[in-house]
T-cell receptor
Framework: AQTVTQSQPEMSVQEAETVTLSCTYD???????LFWYKQPPSRQMILVIR??????QNATENRFSVNFQKAAKSFSLKISDSQLGDAAMYFC???????????FGGGTRLMVKP | DTGVSQDPRHKITKRGQNVTFRCDPI?????LYWYRQTLGQGPEFLTY????????KSRLLSDRFSAERPKGSFSTLEIQRTEQGDSAMYLC????????????FGPGTRLTVT
């Protein structure tokens, strides 16, 4: 079974600074997808960024980028120029190629200090 | 399109009672997912529909849980004989069919069993 681990329950960053959230996963599959979701307080979960395992190039979406290390089974999220609106729970998620369900990590609470 | 909606947003019930939640997906989405999220944890997959067919069920979905999507549009999740351990946020998501598609999440229904 696939597992996703987020080892940082909480992280804090100063506004305008950069922060990196860690995620590791375990799978025997070679073809899969990885995602970072953001869940603001009392609001619904939204997709931040996704990475296809067959792609060597790291995904980037504006201020958000990932460092995907397939051999190490590591998938970290870097947030540049942090903004107050980035404060939220961040979940790393895995989906195997032929599957439909998402397997989530336990989440990292990101606090942004003004 | 207003996104995925769920009703009710909050439900308080006494142990042993039955509860039913409703999810309305994004109108053109033919896939619908249910997840459960306990406090401080990531969501866990419960079940998945493609159109009206329930194609996958987690072992978490005990026989007290039943989900339906009778016309391939909205879905209901019923929990019979609720237990305190059922207290959680129940999240619904929807997506189009396809290889790499985003799951769009609803705001969730928070269930408290007293």
């Amino acid at each position: 079974a696939q597992t996703v681990t987020q080892s940082q329950p909480e992280m804090s960053v100063q506004e305008a600074e950069t922060v990196t959230l860690s995620c590791t996963y375990d799978t025997s599959e070679s073809d899969y997808y990885l995602f970072w979701y953001k869940q603001p307080p009392s609001r619904q979960m939204i997709l931040v960024i996704r990475q296809e395992a067959y792609k060597q190039q790291n995904a980037t979406e504006n201020r958000f980028s990932v460092n995907f290390q397939k051999a190490a089974k590591s998938f970290s999220l870097k947030i540049s120029d942090s903004q107050l609106g980035d404060a939220a729970m961040y979940f790393c998620a895995y989906r195997r190629n032929a599957g439909n369900m998402l397997t989530f990590g336990g989440g990292t609470r990101l606090m942004v200090k003004p | 399109d207003t996104g995925v909606s769920q009703d009710p947003r909050h439900k308080i019930t006494k142990r042993g009672q039955n509860v039913t939640f409703r999810c309305d997906p994004i109108s053109e989405h033919n896939r619908l997912y249910w997840y459960r999220q306990t406090l401080g944890q990531g969501p866990e997959f419960l079940t998945y529909f493609q159109n009206e067919a329930q194609l996958e069920k987690s072992r978490l979905l005990s026989d007290r849980f039943s989900a339906e999507r009778p016309k391939g549009s909205f879905s209901t999740l019923e929990i019979q004989r609720t237990e305190q351990g059922d207290s959680a946020m129940y999240l619904c998501a929807s997506s189009l069919a396809g290889q790499v598609v985003e799951q769009y999440f609803g705001p969730g229904t928070r269930l408290t069993v007293t």
